[in-house]
């Protein structure tokens, strides 16, 4: 299984000469498997990847969302095999209450937000809605997908190819108190610090034992908002160790932080490790053969 | 006028190492009339990097600006949720488009649902800044001493695009970034907006090589772009929104084609400033 980092920035797109060693695109990853391509989020990430994609051949790919905010999936109209009628795509992600999968990509290219429609595209979209917890299989390998504690509906991924695993846990504040998860199964009430706990385990699973574990590092300590749903380097140096990672990768950069500081919050990181955990800054163009 | 670009790019954000002198934030300008007011032109990504400068500068205690949004494209609009004065109570903050066959406002408001974006929604009232949205028309109107013209302009279809003249008597600025001419009526409006003003922000979105191939997909390139600059009897022309592809070095090989013709042709470069009257 091949790693390969397409778009690391949260929030945004950031363009700037002090982003340039990180990159300032939106969430993007592709996971390579002897099988096939997977691709994780529809960041900006995607139109470059795209592009390597048709250079390389590739027509199919499964597509896991996390979930619908705008970063991360604001790239899927730039994605150049979507205009080829020989590549079918097939987009996963975590059932939604009130939308239905192929609306919100219908619904972002709609005509007053895009030239395109959905509709008109000439490549195969296939959606496809799991339920929390679901297993299925893509590009011969194993993936769970499961909820997580952020604003809406938002999952993260466990992928396991052969005897190596791949977690994706970005977009989750993991020790946050307040519950930021929408539209719970209501059924039976439980109380919000339940649901707390219950979404912090789903995370523990996903992350069990990873070879390489994708982490949302979006604040630093004095930043942090316990209604943004993201987490500090901090929570991950813990919950990787924890969980017995063998590489934690800082993932989601905050749209303002700079190359330096990005350097510098790697080598905080770094000195708090007690063992054998590697530490990475995820960066554009980082490929991790696990 | 004080003009200063905050965002260049078309389509998409292309943020890499070969776009950062000419930038790669979706289209954003803003402009300091003589009085003191704040207009933008259009609310791209660069609409966030204007707002930590207006942060820093005191706009939280009673900023007031003037968004003028040419059309509700992606990159036309992508800033809003992002522009931080949006949240602080003391703002003020009038936004001016057209939403077609559906009220501005109602566009506006699409892109702030809650599954796609986890931002307060400050278009209610009790949030944030005080907003107020204004359906844009070919009526000339005033924003204090700036006279605002909007002209409907042909870009793609199934969504009303403007571009607009800025005039305050002593100096003029026109911003059309998205516009194509299939014939002579689709020049018309754009050579009105243009004409003899100071400064001309427009489209350049193809290389002219590359324009025949994807000529009906409304947008210009460089050459018809500095065609209409020269009839309209421009002080200075940007070449703007700029393709994502385009690197820096494919930019400024586009500039160099126009070294002497009788005005100024410039790749359009964030955060430069152009200073357009000296009162």
Partial sequence: ?290 | MHVKLWGTRGSVPSPTSATTRYGGNTPCVSVRAADGKLLILDAGIGLHWLGGELLGNGFAEDGEAHVLITHTHWAHIQGLPFFQPMLIAACNIHLYGDGGDTPFREVLLRQMEHAYCPVPNFFEDHIGATLTTTQLNESSFRIGATTITPRRVNHTPGVPTHGFRLDNGKSSLAYIPDVEYLDDTHRRPALELADGVDLLIHDAHHTSAEYESRRGCGHCSDDIAVELAREARVGKILLFHHHPDHDDDVIDGVVSRYADIGFTVEGAAERTEHILDSS
């Fill in chain 1, 1 to 290: 299984m091949k790693i390969t980092f397409w778009g690391v920035r949260g929030s945004f797109p950031v363009s700037s000469p002090d982003v340039i060693r990180y990159g300032g695109n939106t969430p993007c990853i592709e996971v390579q498997t002897d099988d096939g391509t997977i691709v994780i989020d529809a960041g900006t990430g995607i139109r470059v990847l795209g592009k390597s994609l048709l250079a390389r051949g590739v027509s199919h790919v499964d597509l896991l969302l996390s979930h619908a905010h705008w970063d991360h999936i604001q790239g899927f109209p730039h994605f150049e095999p979507l205009f080829h009628d020989d590549v079918s795509i097939t987009v996963h992600s975590l059932r939604h209450p009130r939308h239905t999968l192929s609306s919100i990509f219908s619904e972002q290219q709609q005509e007053s937000f895009y030239p395109v429609r959905l509709e008109d595209l000439k490549a195969r979209i296939t959606f496809v809605e799991h339920d929390d917890g679901e297993a299925f299989e893509v590009a011969g390998a194993h993936v769970v997908i499961r909820r997580l504690n952020h604003p809406g509906v938002a999952g993260g991924f466990r992928i396991e190819f052969g005897v190596r695993t791949f977690s994706y846990i970005s977009d989750t504040d993991l020790n946050g108190e307040c519950l930021l998860a929408s539209d719970l199964p209501a059924t039976p009430k439980i109380e919000d610090i339940d649901w707390l706990r219950r979404l912090r385990q789903s995370a523990c699973d996903l992350g069990q034992s990873a070879d390489l574990m994708v982490c949302d590092t979006f604040f630093l300590p004095d930043e942090y908002d316990s209604t943004w749903g993201h987490s500090r380097p901090d929570d991950f140096v813990e919950f990787a160790t924890e969980a017995g990672a063998g590489t934690m990768c800082l993932f989601h950069h905050r749209p303002d932080r700079s190359d330096d500081e990005m350097d510098t919050i790697v080598d905080a990181c770094r000195a708090k490790v007690k063992g054998d955990l590697r530490v990475l800054g995820a960066n554009e163009g980082l490929e991790i053969d696990l």
